[in-house]
């Protein structure tokens, strides 16, 4: 199923991992140095021809739960702001961890297409705690500030979680309780970052809904070709980076081979 905002079925999104932002523990540059890094990276991404880009705070551990200070969502929609200067294809936004409001809020302001959202229907136990199900906030707020053309892409039994208190609600249903309410598309994921979902879950998730299915973690250019059939888009961003860390930057070379191998 073809998603909105690309030309190219099956589009391959690249991750920026912002520095980490003012105010938060490992902050050590200016807001105007981590914009322009971002940049550069958007740079890479489009000279590289990829389809989209994702922005995300990943350097500001320990995360906040459910929610983060005007400094992050102020710095975020800057950075958003710059790189959709920079990259004209579809962009999104994920605020960590949970912070899914100031997403939205970043992404209308910045001009974005996109937020990625982590509970949004059903809780999960996260590093941070216990992160609630926020569908029915979002989508008024989303409403009341006339942000309607930003999708919402929701994570379905998200990595890094414990989902011991929805055992008995299998992926399907969620995947299913996640376009009754109104979601656009659902990403599947390992069970961290890095690591493959399991094709069973891929397929459960397309069994449990009429929605797009993103893969939000450990594809890489000799696992793209297998999970194609399974996948409306895909999410990379360790693979992408150099030595394959998330931490590090860009390596355009990487970009390539990942394109090149999923274009055939």
Not at 101 to 109: F, I, P
Not at 158 to 174: C, F, G, P, Q, W
Not at 198 to 209: E, I, K, M, S, T
């Amino acid at each position: 199923m073809k998603l909105r905002c690309f030309k190219n079925s099956k589009p391959i999104i690249g991750m920026i991992h912002v520095g980490a932002l003012p105010g938060t523990p490992r902050n050590r540059e200016s807001l105007s140095k981590i914009i322009k890094s971002a940049v550069a990276e958007a740079k890479i991404y489009r000279e590289c021809g990829i389809d989209g880009i994702a922005i995300e705070n990943m350097h500001d551990v320990p995360f906040l739960r459910g929610a983060v200070g005007p400094e992050i969502t102020a710095s975020m929609a800057l950075v958003g702001a710059a790189v959709k200067a920079e990259f004209a294809g579809c962009v999104g936004v994920q605020v960590l961890a949970g912070a899914n409001k100031e997403a939205m809020a970043v992404a209308h302001a910045a001009g974005l297409d996109w937020v990625r959202v982590e509970g949004f229907v059903f809780g999960h136990v996260a590093d941070e705690g216990y992160i609630e199900s926020c569908a029915a906030e979002l989508l008024r707020y989303r409403k009341q500030i006339g942000a309607e053309n930003i999708e919402v892409w929701t994570d379905i039994k998200k990595k890094h979680s414990s989902h011991a208190i929805t055992a008995d609600v299998s992926l399907a249903e969620t995947a299913h309780a996640a376009e009754f309410f109104d979601a656009d598309a659902v990403i599947v994921t390992g069970n961290m970052t890095g690591a493959l979902p399991l094709p069973d879950d891929c397929q459960a998730a397309r069994d449990g809904c009429n929605l797009p299915v993103v893969i939000g973690s450990g594809i890489d250019d000799q696992t793209v070709r297998e999970f194609l059939p399974m996948a409306d888009a895909f999410i990379v961003g360790s693979y992408l980076k150099k030595d394959g860390k998330w931490s590090n930057g860009v390596e355009a070379k990487r970009v390539t081979r990942l394109l090149k191998a999923a274009r055939g």
